[in-house]
């Protein structure tokens, strides 16, 4: 019998003006589907004109001007529905979705859906819950003592997956898709037995448990810092457009 990790995978990814998932924007996105190791990914994207100005930081790092997204992309509004649409499908298949930092993501989604379709993100989800798989809490739970830093790049050179144009939406999320492959592969005695659905509940505790620990390291530091223990997805606050 097929493990999950050998399976159907999907991923998805985004490029943003920054940070912040409560006033940020999404300027480009994407997601990847393969249908077990070594196939050929099916690559879905999305450019997005946000409709505010793009920091010359976060130009920096993806290297989307305004000018770029001015002429190239899409308004918000019917981008937002179709990447929606698009992660309900692979639901409604329970099709696994990996999304590294999967509370980034997926918060900044609602509340682009929020801002521009008046939707919440869990809307799409009531028929069939997403099945998420976050390498970066799985890597952190399974092998929470190693030190270093736990990027996406970080944990590429780690597992020895290949990241090529790093900071372009499809390519991340290729490989964190990857990433989970390989993951599942090297701690294959603690997770084939689990099925996605199991291991999305788990890791809404074990990432709980990491924002805990992370918060008292900041308390003790002396760093005004607050880490939010939710996942795969932030409540809404009514500071949220």
Same mark, same amino acid.
């Given at each position: 019998?097929?493990?999950?990790?050998?399976?159907?995978?999907?991923?998805?990814?985004?490029?943003?003006? !920054?940070?912040?998932?409560?006033? %940020?924007?999404?300027?480009?996105?994407?997601?990847?589907?393969?249908?077990?190791?070594?196939?050929?990914?099916?690559?879905?994207?999305?450019?997005?004109?946000? $409709?505010?100005?793009?920091?010359?930081? @976060?130009?920096?790092?993806?290297?989307? *001007?305004?000018? =770029?997204?001015?002429?190239? !992309?899409?308004?918000?509004?019917?981008?937002? /529905?179709?990447?929606?649409?698009?992660?309900?499908? /692979?639901?409604?298949?329970?099709?696994?979705?990996?999304?590294?930092?999967?509370?980034?993501?997926?918060?900044?989604? %609602?509340?682009?859906?929020?801002?521009?379709?008046?939707?919440?993100?869990?809307?799409?989800?009531? #028929?069939?819950?997403?099945?998420?798989?976050?390498?970066?809490?799985?890597?952190?739970?399974?092998? &929470?003592?190693?030190?270093?830093?736990? *990027?996406?790049?970080?944990?590429?050179?780690?597992?020895?997956?290949?990241?090529?144009?790093?900071? %372009? @939406? !499809? @390519?991340?999320?290729? #490989?964190?898709?990857?990433?989970?492959? #390989?993951? $599942?592969?090297?701690?294959? @005695?603690?997770?084939? &037995?689990?099925?996605?659905?199991?291991?999305?509940?788990?890791?809404? +505790?074990? =990432?709980?448990?990491?924002?805990? $620990?992370?918060?008292?390291?900041?308390?003790?530091?002396? +760093?005004?810092?607050?880490?939010?223990?939710?996942?795969?997805?932030?409540?809404?606050?009514?500071?949220?457009?």
């Amino acid at each position: 019998m097929t493990c999950w990790y050998e399976g159907p995978l999907a991923a998805f990814d985004t490029e943003t003006t !920054g940070v912040d998932v409560e006033t %940020d924007r999404i300027v480009s996105a994407a997601v990847v589907v393969q249908d077990a190791p070594g196939t050929r990914p099916r690559v879905t994207r999305w450019l997005v004109n946000p $409709g505010v100005p793009v920091p010359e930081a @976060a130009t920096a790092v993806h290297g989307l *001007t305004d000018e =770029h997204l001015q002429r190239n !992309g899409r308004w918000p509004a019917p981008v937002m /529905h179709e990447i929606a649409e698009e992660l309900a499908e /692979h639901a409604a298949m329970h099709r696994p979705l990996v999304v590294m930092n999967a509370p980034f993501d997926l918060t900044l989604l %609602d509340r682009e859906l929020r801002r521009h379709r008046a939707s919440a993100l869990d809307r799409w989800f009531e #028929a069939s819950p997403l099945l998420v798989l976050d390498p970066r809490v799985l890597d952190k739970h399974l092998d &929470r003592y190693r030190k270093g830093r736990r *990027t996406l790049t970080d944990l590429c050179t780690h597992y020895e997956v290949t990241l090529e144009g790093a900071h %372009d @939406a !499809g @390519a991340d999320a290729l #490989a964190s898709l990857e990433l989970v492959r #390989a993951l $599942g592969r090297r701690f294959a @005695a603690r997770l084939e &037995r689990l099925t996605p659905a199991e291991l999305h509940t788990l890791q809404t +505790t074990w =990432h709980a448990a990491q924002a805990r $620990g992370l918060q008292a390291w900041f308390t003790r530091s002396g +760093t005004p810092e607050t880490v939010n223990t939710y996942w795969p997805l932030r409540p809404d606050l009514p500071t949220a457009a």
